[in-house]
């Protein structure tokens, strides 16, 4: 069974300071990983898939196979960085989301 | 550019009542999605389909049902309302082939059951 946690429901920083949004996944085969991101009172879109490795509005994650890990990273948040962040496992035809994490950066 | 349009942004509905929802997408995508969105939760799987005419249950199918007769369009169906299914409703769609896999969400219906 494939499952992806992320393991801070809330997360809060100041403008300017690093942020990192952890995500951990559970998969028999090779893993394909995404982040979106929901900002309010928009629609989810991807923010950036880990086969890519891209860097998206400053953002990058990397995919740790070892640790099971494709943690979301920011050297300098800004505040239109607030928004809902889920980490996704493709499996098949499906994504698996994890619970997501609110991200707020204060002024 | 990708178009994921549902039937209703609000809905507002009674105990015990039939309730449809409705997806549309222009990308001729063969993948379509239906989840639930609730806060502490994230998103949930309640139904996809590969193709039409078919569908496969996916993580919380209980007291839902799909149809989808065209390609693009998808519609959730709730038998008969219950208050534990108020929660915002997402649409999205995908190709199957292709090396950037990507699911377009549409911009959700929030329902509530009274």
């Known amino acids: 069974a494939q499952r992806v946690t992320q393991p801070e429901k809330l997360l809060s920083v100041f403008k300017g300071a690093p942020v990192e949004l952890k995500c951990n996944y559970s998969?028999?085969?090779?893993?394909?990983l995404f982040w979106y991101v929901q900002y309010s009172r928009q629609r989810l879109q991807l923010l950036l898939r880990?086969?890519s490795r891209e860097s998206i509005k400053g953002f990058t994650a990397d995919l740790n196979k070892g640790e099971t890990s494709f943690h979301l990273k920011k050297p300098f948040a800004q505040e239109e960085d607030s928004a809902m962040y889920y980490c996704?496992?493709?499996?098949?035809?499906?994504?698996?989301f994890g619970k997501g994490t609110l991200l707020t950066v204060n002024p | 550019d990708v178009k994921v349009t549902q039937s209703s942004r609000y809905l507002v509905k009674r105990t015990g009542e039939k309730v449809f929802l409705e997806c549309v997408q222009d990308m001729d995508h063969e993948n379509m999605f239906w989840y639930r969105q609730d806060p502490g939760l994230g998103l949930r799987l309640i139904y996809f389909?590969?193709?039409?005419?078919?569908?496969e249950k996916g993580d919380i199918p209980e007291g839902y049902s799909v149809s989808r007769e065209k390609k693009e369009r998808f519609s959730l169906i709730l038998e008969s309302a219950s208050t534990n299914q108020t929660s915002m409703y997402l649409c999205?769609?995908?190709?199957?082939?292709?090396?950037?896999?990507?699911?377009?969400f549409g911009p959700g219906t929030r329902l509530t059951v009274t």
């Open positions: 389909s590969y193709d039409v005419k078919m569908k």
């Open positions: 999205a769609s995908s190709l199957t082939s292709g090396s950037t896999y990507e699911q377009y």
């Open positions: 998969y028999s085969g090779s893993p394909e």
């Open positions: 880990h086969i």
């Open positions: 996704a496992l493709r499996g098949n035809y499906k994504l698996t």
